[in-house]
Nanobody, 124 residues
Framework: VQLQASGGGLVQAGGSLRLSCAASGRTFSGYAVGWFRQAPGKEREFVAAIRWSGGNTYFADSVKGRFTISRDNAKNTVYLQMNSLKPEDTAVYYC??????????????????WGQGTLVTVSS
């Protein structure tokens, strides 16, 4: 499977962006799709995830209430809607797919395939 992340850009604080993660080669069925981000000089951190089957969602505390994650079965695409963006949300955002159990859904090592990343810059 190949993942294509898109939708990044430059936005002012308080604004919104929607990131997309499209899969080619196979469907997301049976897998979870996670979003991670990495800011300059920092480690990669979990942002959100969704299980394709069942739709269970997970969020980092730092984005809870501001970000939502959803899926489009027909388009085999996962979306990360980011609202009320803050300068500290600035990072390269990556989508990834894997089969984590509930206790490991926030761990990047639980994901096997990664997209190329899309840059989100939030200006103050």
């Amino acid at each position: 499977v190949q993942l294509q992340a898109s939708g990044g850009g430059l936005v002012q604080a308080g604004g919104s962006l929607r990131l997309s993660c499209a899969a080619s080669g196979r469907t997301f069925s049976g897998y979870a799709v996670g979003w991670f981000r990495q800011a300059p000089g920092k480690e990669r951190e979990f942002v959100a995830a969704i299980r394709w089957s069942g739709g269970n969602t997970y969020f980092a505390d730092s984005v809870k209430g501001r970000f939502t994650i959803s899926r489009d079965n027909a388009k085999n695409t996962v979306y990360l809607q980011m609202n009320s963006l803050k300068p500290e949300d600035t990072a390269v955002y990556y989508c990834a797919t894997g089969r984590p159990i509930a206790s490991t859904v926030r761990a990047h090592v639980s994901y096997e395939r990664w997209g190329q990343g899309t840059l989100v810059t939030v200006s103050s």
